[in-house]
């Protein structure tokens, strides 16, 4: 089993940056994709970026322009979002996720969730 707990969220100016945290305080993350999703109040859960467990390749949304980056250190059991330039739009509560399948895009193809934390971005 594989207990993911998110830090770093907060609110911030936009224009500005933050960096979420995800580890995985049980478990073996090093193992796993890893991805992060947003919700926005009253939507969907969306799928942001993923990374493979080796950390080799990452792939995203392709709607950010760039400004969203996916990262991870296996030796912290870790994954990272780095956030820049934020937009009020970019306001959502971000859960970072594991899934056995080393592609997951999808929300259905991950196994594992975190509680979530929220990002909320002022004009």
Known sequence: QVQLVES?????????????SCVASTGDLSSLAAGWFRQAPG???????????????TYDAGSRGGRFAISRDN????????????????????????ARSPWAIRRTEYDYWGQGTQVTVSA
Do not use: W
């Open 8 to 20: 770093g969220g907060g609110l911030v100016q936009a224009g500005g940056s933050l960096r979420l």
């Open 43 to 57: 939507g969907e859960r969306l799928f942001v970026a993923g990374i493979h467990p080796s950390g080799s390749a």
């Open 75 to 98: 030796a912290k059991n870790t994954v990272y979002l780095e956030m820049n330039s934020l937009k009020p739009e970019d306001t959502a509560v971000y859960f970072c996720a594991a």
